[in-house]
């Protein structure tokens, strides 16, 4: 299975990004999925997952209301919609994906991931 993510760029406070997640090689709907984050000098950190038909998403407090997770299991493709960014969001996000019909939350539980896309968000 391979990841490609992208649609990271430099954005300024408040503005909004959507990050997608093309997975190849394997059945995508078969595949959990989870966003993660790793800011400069800190460890990688859950952002969001979605179970693989969509029907449950968990997320981590700190994006709550701002961002949401969803898939369209025909194009393949996973997203990240992030609305009112805010600096502290500046960080490189990976997706990732796991044979999995439950909602992994931490990393070590996937075993697929992309290259990562950088965010960085101005004051």
């Known amino acids: 299975v391979q990841l490609q993510a992208s649609g990271g760029g430099l954005v300024q406070a408040g503005e909004s990004l959507r990050l997608s997640c093309v997975v190849s090689?394997?059945?995508?709907?078969?595949?959990?999925m989870g966003w993660f984050r790793q800011a400069p000098g800190k460890e990688r950190e859950f952002v969001a997952a979605i179970t693989w038909n969509g029907g449950s998403e968990y997320y981590v407090d700190s994006v709550k209301g701002r961002f949401t997770i969803s898939r369209d299991n025909v194009k393949n493709t996973g997203y990240l919609q992030m609305n009112s960014l805010k600096p502290e969001d500046t960080a490189v996000y990976y997706c990732?994906?796991?044979?999995?019909?439950?909602?992994?939350?931490?990393?070590?539980?996937?075993?697929?991931w992309g290259r990562g896309t950088l965010v960085t968000v101005s004051s």
């Open positions: 090689g394997r059945t995508f709907s078969s595949y959990a």
């Open positions: 990732a994906a796991v044979r999995d019909y439950g909602l992994p939350r931490k990393g070590s539980s996937y075993d697929y």
